[in-house]
Nanobody
Framework: VQLVESGGGLVQPGGSLRLSCVAS????????MRWYRQGPGKERELIAF????????NYPDSVKGRFTISRDNGKNTVYLQMNSLKPEDTAMYYC?????????WGQGTQVTVSS
């Protein structure tokens, strides 16, 4: 199983970024995918969930209305569209899946929101 994130960077407050996570080594279309983030000195936080078919998504209040998770099962890719970014969104962002009783993580992509 391999998860490779990309799309992070430095953005001004109010800006947008789209993160991507390309998956391999498993039947992507059969599994739930999640995005997590971990800010400086903070615990890792679940910020987005999407069902295997993409029909169900869920977000915590901290990002609801600003972030959108989506997936393209034909491309084995999950996305996180982030709008109206705030300095408190600064974190390392990870995609995640759970299969065969194991959590799998990508290497992460850094998002920094600063003027």
């Amino acid at each position: 199983v391999q998860l490779v994130e990309s799309g992070g960077g430095l953005v001004q407050p109010g800006g947008s970024l789209r993160l991507s996570c390309v998956a391999s080594g498993f039947t992507f279309s059969s599994y739930v995918m999640r995005w997590y983030r971990q800010g400086p000195g903070k615990e890792r936080e679940l910020i987005a969930f999407i069902s295997s078919g993409g029909g169900t998504t869920n977000y915590p209040d901290s990002v609801k209305g600003r972030f959108t998770i989506s997936r393209d099962n034909g491309k084995n890719t999950v996305y996180l569209q982030m709008n109206s970014l705030k300095p408190e969104d600064t974190a390392m962002y990870y995609c995640n899946t759970y299969l065969r009783m194991t959590n799998y993580w990508g290497q992460g992509t850094q998002v920094t929101v600063s003027s």
